[in-house]
């Protein structure tokens, strides 16, 4: 299993998607890929051994959906931009 960090499903500073609205996952999944583009935008695409996604996780009201970004434990690149990703993605849109 690789390993990820959890970045969020919107910049931290933004109300986002909540699970049990209607249209929840349609509308949480295109949230996180908006959150995807604006943290390449300002922090640059992966590198290689990099990867941001979209990752479903397990909830008692249902499935929630954030952004996370998988690294490269061995590839010391590709593990600080996961941890910059952590640090650095914007607070707003």
Known sequence: MRPYIEIGPSPCNE???QVGDDYY???AREECL????LIRNTLGPEPVGA???VKGFPHDFG???EVVCYYNEDDEISTQYAFNCESGAPDTW
């Open 15 to 17: 109300s986002c998607v």
């Open 25 to 27: 996952a349609t509308k």
């Open 34 to 37: 908006r959150f995807i583009q």
């Open 51 to 53: 990867e941001l996604k």
């Open 63 to 65: 499935t929630y959906y």
